[in-house]
C-alpha cells in the first residue's frame, strides 16, 4: 500500500543524546514536512522539503536538523540542542496541494 | 506572512446537533484553506480543502466549510453530530503553490455528549 511511514511509533531517549527520527513515503511526493504536536499548540512546522537536497527552516527550527538524499526519505534529528524534545512528531508529504500525514512518533526524553 | 486562528480550544456537542468550528486565516495573498481531522495517537487526515474554486467546499463523513473573504474565515460545520466525530479538528492555509509551507492553527477538540 502506498503511504508515509513513520519509525518507531514510541521512542525514549536520555537527555543530551541525539536522535534519529524516520520518515519514509512511496507516494512519489515532492514535498516532505516535519511538524511537532504539543497539547494545545496544534502542529509547529519544523522543517520542510520542496525537493531533493533542498529544505527550508519552518518556525521552530532549532535543536533540530534534517536531510533529503533522496526522494522517499526525509529524516529528522533531534540534537541535545533542543532545550525540550519531548513531544508528539508528525512526518507529512504533500501532492496537488493535499498533505498526508505519517501514524506519528512520539519521542520522550527522560 | 500567514496563519489561521481557531476559536474555541474546546467544543462540546450534543448527538444530533449542529457542528460548527471556526477558523479565521491571515494572508497577504489569497491562500489554499484546509480542515483536517486528527483521532488520538495518530496522524492527520483531510476532511475538505479550498482552493480557489468553489467557495462552498463538500469533505468526507457530512462536514463542509465556506470560504467568505469578505471575513477572511473558513468555518467548518456539519448539521449533525455523530459520536464518532469525536476528535480534534485543525485548520491549515498555504500559500497556492502545491508544495509551500503549510501551518496549523491550535486545533479544537470536539466532544460529542449523548
Known amino acids: 500500500d502506498g503511504g508515509i511511514t513513520q519509525s518507531p511509533k514510541y521512542l525514549f531517549r536520555k537527555e543530551g543524546q541525539n536522535v534519529t527520527l524516520s520518515c519514509e513515503q512511496n507516494?512519489?511526493?515532492?514535498?516532505m514536512y516535519w511538524y511537532r504536536q504539543d497539547p494545545g499548540q496544534g502542529l509547529r512546522l519544523i522543517y520542510y522539503?520542496?525537493?531533493?537536497?533542498?529544505?527550508q527552516k519552518g518556525d521552530i527550527a532549532e535543536g533540530y536538523s534534517v536531510s533529503r538524499e533522496k526522494k522517499e526519505s526525509f529524516p529528522l534529528t533531534v540534537t541535545s540542542a533542543q532545550k525540550n524534545p519531548t513531544a508528539f512528531y508528525l512526518c507529512?508529504?504533500?501532492?496537488?496541494?493535499?498533505?498526508?500525514f505519517g501514524q506519528g512518533t512520539r519521542l520522550t526524553v527522560v | 506572512a500567514q496563519s489561521v486562528t481557531q476559536l474555541g480550544s474546546h467544543v462540546s456537542v450534543s448527538e444530533g446537533a449542529l457542528v460548527l468550528l471556526r477558523c479565521n486565516y491571515s494572508?497577504?495573498?489569497?491562500?489554499?484553506l484546509f480542515w483536517y481531522v486528527q483521532y488520538p495517537n495518530q496522524g492527520l487526515q483531510l476532511l475538505l480543502k479550498?482552493?480557489?474554486?468553489?467557495?462552498l467546499v463538500k469533505g468526507i463523513n457530512g462536514f463542509e466549510a465556506e470560504f467568505k473573504k469578505s471575513e477572511t474565515s473558513f468555518h467548518l460545520t456539519k448539521p449533525s453530530a455523530h459520536m464518532s466525530d469525536a476528535a480534534e479538528y485543525f485548520c491549515?492555509?498555504?500559500?497556492?503553490?502545491?508544495?509551500?509551507?503549510?501551518?496549523f492553527g491550535a486545533g479544537t477538540q470536539v466532544v460529542v455528549t449523548p
Open positions: 507529512a508529504s504533500r501532492f496537488a496541494g493535499d498533505a498526508f
Open positions: 522539503s520542496q525537493i531533493v537536497n533542498d529544505f
Open positions: 479550498y482552493t480557489s474554486a468553489a467557495t
Open positions: 491549515a492555509v498555504s500559500p497556492t503553490d502545491s508544495w509551500g509551507k503549510l501551518q
Open positions: 507516494l512519489n511526493h515532492d514535498a
Open positions: 494572508s497577504s495573498v489569497p491562500p489554499y
